[in-house]
């Protein structure tokens, strides 16, 4: 299965505090659909195996609400002008149900490896998807941490904070090739 891009996003969600107090109600939000990869499933005797894969996200075309942001994420936070890809690899699918069927929605875990500003973290994405004849599609969601990947969480003079947790939800189409 190969990605289609104008069909798939990928998203970042984090949650901002003020004065050391959080802001309720107030998420950050920045996505982009650059995103690229290929994945080879094998499904045999009722299992299933992730073979060959790589998806990759092009951090430089990030976008929320604030050009200013986006434009530090590049510059500074992310630094993604200098580190532009994050990218991951599955190495396992986990809790797949065993009563899982083509055609029907799953959901199930996958583990692997992300890479972001050139560090490598082991990370489990919760996942809902389906093949639907040569179509597989669905969402995958994981919770980071920037300091797991080497730089400090926004901070603007103290005043205005990140917290550390980022849930990244990434929605994909791919088409079998």
Request: glycine content about 6%; overall charge negative.
């Amino acid at each position: 299965f190969v990605v289609i891009p104008t069909q798939s996003s990928a998203e970042y969600a984090v949650e901002e505090e003020f004065l050391g107090a959080p802001v309720p109600f107030v998420t950050t939000v920045g996505s982009t659909s650059a995103i690229e990869g290929e994945i080879t499933l094998s499904i045999a005797g009722g299992t299933v195996r992730i073979d060959d894969n790589r998806f990759a996200v092009d951090l430089r075309t990030l976008e929320s609400d604030e050009a200013r942001r986006d434009n530090r994420l590049r510059t500074e936070w992310l630094e993604s002008d200098r580190y532009p890809l994050a990218e991951f690899v599955a190495e396992e699918i986990v809790t797949m149900p065993a009563d899982a069927a083509l055609g029907e929605e799953v959901s199930f875990q996958v583990r692997g490896t992300l890479t972001i500003r050139d560090n490598a973290q082991p990370v489990t994405w919760d996942i809902t998807a389906a093949i639907d004849g040569d179509t597989l599609s669905g969402t995958a969601t994981a919770l980071i941490y920037m300091r797991d990947f080497g730089f400090e969480p926004p901070d603007i003079a103290g005043m205005l904070r990140v917290t550390d947790g980022v849930t990244v939800t990434v929605v994909f189409v791919a088409k079998m090739q």
